[in-house]
């Protein structure tokens, strides 16, 4: 379990290097028009831009590919009860990477009132995140048992 959350850590790791990249790059084409400008107050809201595309990232990849580029390099995926990933549960599973706090009183949650595997918001869009490795087994096992 503890090489499974190792993934999960390098994982937001790596998505959270990405978008502070993206975050870079942005800031850096739009500073020069602020100067220009002298609209020194958009800055106020740099923040909300923030917490927007990290929701935007994260709930596009998950629901479109069923992973990030961060899963998708430490080879985790995220599936829904149904097997269907949805932009809503991805929504929805999402909400506590905006801030910290929240994060942590997600995983807590998660580990007080379900599956240790699970945060509570993965509990509540009734996903899960799962090494990719585990569903090639099983098939390889299914398709041994058939023949």
Known sequence: MQNFWGRRLVALIFDGIILTLIMWILSSLLYPLIMATS???VLNYWLLLAALMIMVYFTYMEGKHGTTLGK???SLQVETSTGE???KASFIRNLSKILWVPMILDLLLGFLFGDSND??????SKTRVFKVEEVEKSVENAEESAS
């Open 39 to 41: 609209t020194f107050a």
């Open 72 to 74: 998708s390099l430490m």
């Open 119 to 124: 945060r509570f918001l993965d509990q509540v």
């Open 85 to 87: 990933m949805t932009y």
